[in-house]
């Protein structure tokens, strides 16, 4: 079954540590997506990626790093400098990037602080 | 600046009601996206529409967009409809609402 893969589902980060979440799609999309879901708000755009070893920043990309390698990943660091890096992160792709294009989401990673 | 509002914020209804979910935007679009966020995360996109209406099964979106408006209706909602449903809209980036929380009793 084609879809997103994010992993993994929860993750607790120390102070000064940076983490990677994983995110891997087989439905060979080229956009990719990477979204902050805080309670009470609308989710975010980080970074976002229309076609491998491409990436831009999104609304509030500071305190996160990107890559985009292969076509099928497209890993987020949640970097030290984030200072308010708990919420539920959403990776998402679609054939291409227009907000006509519908976007397939992953389940999600919930981040927070140990 | 875009913006969106939904409404209700949170609806609770009994299982076999007719729901209808509105969402107001600020700019024209080239797409208003329904989606559907499952009490363990997980997104799905129900709808994409620039026009008119579409239905599949029991849910039904319209958009008016000269009134930039648009509507979610379930009809002979049922307990596994209960989840947070979220309109998103924009010409490039999307633009997401906070989401309407629904609860459909038995």
């Known amino acids: 079954d084609g879809g997103i893969t994010q992993s993994p589902k929860y993750l607790f980060r120390k102070e000064g540590q940076n983490v990677t979440l994983s995110c891997e799609q087989n439905?060979?999309?080229?956009?990719m997506y990477w979204y902050r879901q805080d309670p009470g708000q609308g989710l975010r755009l980080i970074y976002y990626?229309?076609?491998?070893?491409?990436?831009q920043k999104g609304d509030i990309a500071e305190g996160y790093s990107v890559s985009r390698e292969k076509k099928e990943s497209f890993p987020l660091t949640v970097t030290s400098a984030q200072k308010n890096p708990t919420a539920f992160y959403l990776c998402?792709?679609?054939?291409?990037?227009?907000?006509?294009?519908?976007?397939?989401f992953g389940d999600g990673t919930r981040l927070s602080i140990l | 600046k875009n913006e969106v509002e939904q409404s209700p914020q949170n609806l609770t209804a009994q299982e076999g009601e007719f729901i209808t979910i509105n969402c107001s935007y600020s700019v024209g679009i080239s797409a208003l996206h329904w989606l559907q966020q499952h009490p363990g995360g997980g997104i799905v996109s129900l709808f994409m529409?620039?026009?008119g209406k579409k239905k599949h099964g029991r849910l039904i979106a319209t958009i008016n967009i000269q009134e930039k408006h648009s509507s979610l209706h379930i009809t002979a909602s049922h307990p596994r409809d209960s989840a947070v449903y979220i309109c998103?809209?924009?010409?490039?980036?999307?633009?997401f609402g906070t989401g309407t929380r629904l609860t459909i009793i038995p």
């Open positions: 998103a809209f924009g010409n490039e980036k999307l633009t």
């Open positions: 998402a792709s679609s054939w291409t990037f227009y907000s006509n294009q519908p976007q397939h």
């Open positions: 529409l620039s026009s």
């Open positions: 990626s229309q076609i491998v070893n491409d990436f």
């Open positions: 439905l060979n999309h080229d956009a």
